[in-house]
């Protein structure tokens, strides 16, 4: 079974050394780049199966990596920065990252997210076609081709805000919690970070307003959402 790859882009070389070692260890393949610029040609040149993408980037910065790789590609994406503010987190999910760790972090912990990652996405760079399409009202899902529609019109949602609409529409009148939906899209415990559900329901509510669906996520206060249509 041939190794899964790992793109780890770094400016520290101790940091790069020390993420490839305990990568390694565990029998995946790493290639590495110090500066956006490389990143971006590695991704296009080689393909990995996951990116250990740090923020903080000469050249090009890891916001930017992040989002133009995310215009062409599913690859997971694992953010690490040396500052801790709840902004940089949520920004960073919002551009389509699938975890988040802050510098310093213990390599141990780098190497169980990525396998968490890897579980999640099957080690696929794209995700796998499959599932039957979903109706709620005028919401239309289809998981094969990663579309979803509403009202008629073609919703332009991000990965993980297609992947929350989806496990909504698959539970349609269902509360589902915060935990639970960290659970079903991000595929395990985002560490309490229930905020990042919250930033992404935002962004669906809104993409469903904007095309006049009779769709609505509900809040339901101290549980979670629910996927509604109005009668």
């Not at 971006?40 to 050249?59: C, Y």
Request: hydrophobic fraction near 45%; proline fraction near 4%.
């Amino acid at each position: 079974m041939p190794q899964e790859l790992v793109l780890v882009v770094d400016d520290e070389q101790n940091i790069i050394d020390l993420v490839q070692m305990y990568l390694e260890q565990e029998q995946f393949a790493v290639i590495t780049a110090q500066d956006g610029r490389t990143a971006l040609d590695r991704i296009a040149g080689d393909a990995p199966d996951l990116i250990v993408l740090d923020l903080m980037l000469p050249e090009v910065d890891g916001w930017e990596v992040c989002k133009r790789t995310r215009a062409h590609s599913n690859v997971p994406i694992l953010m690490l920065t040396a500052r801790d503010d709840d902004i940089d987190k949520i920004v960073g999910l919002e551009l389509g990252a699938d975890d988040y760790m802050t510098k310093p972090f213990n390599p141990r912990e780098l190497v169980a997210r990525v396998k968490a990652i890897l579980r999640r996405t099957g080690g696929q760079a794209l995700p796998a076609a499959g599932g039957k399409p979903t109706r709620v009202g005028d919401l239309a899902i289809d998981p094969e081709r990663r579309e979803a529609s509403a009202n008629q019109q073609l919703l332009a949602l991000r990965a993980k805000e297609f992947d929350l609409l989806h496990a909504l529409a698959a539970n349609a009148g269902i509360v589902l919690s915060r935990e639970k939906l960290l659970e079903l899209v991000w595929g395990f415990d985002f560490y309490g970070q229930t905020r990042t559900v919250d930033v992404h329901v935002a962004h669906v509510r809104a993409r469903l307003a904007d095309a006049g669906s009779a769709v609505n996520i509900e809040t339901v206060w101290g549980v979670g959402y629910k996927l509604v249509a109005d009668a």
